[in-house]
C-alpha cells in the first residue's frame, strides 16, 4: 500500500516559535494532501486541503495566517505553526489522496507548546 | 452536509467476546464512499475497509466483518473473539464521490480486557 510518512513525529516548543511539519508521500504522487487536527479524546478535524502549485484551501474557522500549508512538490505538504501558543498544542495529521477518493495518512506529529 | 455518528463512545469487553461498533450516516448524496479507520494508542490512522454506495454486502476479513445497510443509512463493524490487540479508537468516516472531504465520526474507543 501506499506509504506517508510525516516529520518529526514529536515536537516540544515554546511559546511563539514557529514550527515546520512535514508531510510526504513515498511511494506515490499526490496532487492533494490533507491536513488534520486531532484534540485529545476528539475526532479529526480537517483544517485544510493543500494542492501541489496552488493555494491551500482552509476549513472554516482555520487562521491561514497561523497554520501556514505549502504545498511545493507532488510529494511533500508542509504546515508551519507560526508563533505557536500552548492551544495549538494538538495531534496534527496528514494525508495524501492516493486515487478514487482512498487518502492515505501519515503516522501523525505530536505538537506540545509549552 | 454530510455527518457521520458513532453513539458508543466508549465500549469495554472481555477478550473473545464479540463486539459491534455502531456507525449512522446521513447524506442527500447517493454516491459516497464509507470507511472504517482503527487508532490505535500511537495514533496512525490504519485502514480497515473501503464500501462504495453500490455495494451493500457485506464483507468479511478475518475477524472482521461489516454490515452495509442503506435502508437504515449504517455500516456497522463487528469484531469476533476479540483480542487485546484490538484495543483502540476506530473512527467511521464517509466521503462523497468526486469530493476530497473526508467526514469522520467521533470515534469508539475499544477497550478489550484480558
Known amino acids: 500500500g501506499a506509504v506517508v510518512s510525516q516529520h518529526p513525529s514529536r515536537v516540544i516548543c515554546k511559546s511563539g516559535t514557529s514550527v515546520k511539519i512535514e508531510c510526504r508521500s513515498l511511494?506515490?504522487?499526490?496532487?492533494?494532501m490533507f491536513w488534520y487536527r486531532q484534540f485529545p479524546k476528539q475526532s479529526l478535524m480537517l483544517m485544510a486541503t493543500?494542492?501541489?502549485?496552488?493555494?491551500?484551501?482552509?476549513e472554516q474557522g482555520v487562521e491561514k495566517d497561523k497554520f501556514l500549508i505549502n504545498h511545493a512538490s507532488l510529494t511533500l505538504s508542509t504546515l508551519t505553526v507560526t508563533s505557536a501558543h500552548p492551544e495549538d498544542s494538538s495531534f496534527y495529521i496528514c494525508s495524501a489522496e492516493w486515487t478514487d477518493n482512498e487518502q492515505f495518512f501519515g503516522p501523525g506529529t505530536r505538537l506540545t507548546v509549552l | 452536509a454530510q455527518k457521520v455518528t458513532q453513539a458508543q463512545t466508549e465500549i469495554s469487553v472481555v477478550e473473545k467476546e464479540d463486539v459491534t461498533l455502531d456507525c449512522v450516516y446521513e447524506t442527500r448524496d447517493t454516491t459516497y464512499y464509507l470507511f472504517w479507520y482503527k487508532q490505535p494508542p500511537s495514533g496512525e490512522l490504519v485502514f480497515l475497509i473501503r464500501r462504495n454506495s453500490f455495494d451493500e454486502q457485506n464483507e468479511i476479513s478475518g475477524r472482521y466483518s461489516w454490515n452495509f445497510q442503506k435502508s437504515t443509512s449504517s455500516f456497522n463493524f463487528t469484531i469476533t473473539a476479540s483480542q487485546v490487540v484490538d484495543s483502540a479508537v476506530y473512527f467511521c468516516a464517509l466521503i462523497l464521490f468526486g469530493n476530497e472531504k473526508l467526514t469522520f465520526g467521533t470515534g469508539t474507543r475499544l477497550t478489550i480486557i484480558p
Open positions: 493543500s494542492n501541489e502549485g496552488s493555494k491551500a484551501t482552509y
Open positions: 511511494d506515490f504522487q499526490a496532487t492533494t
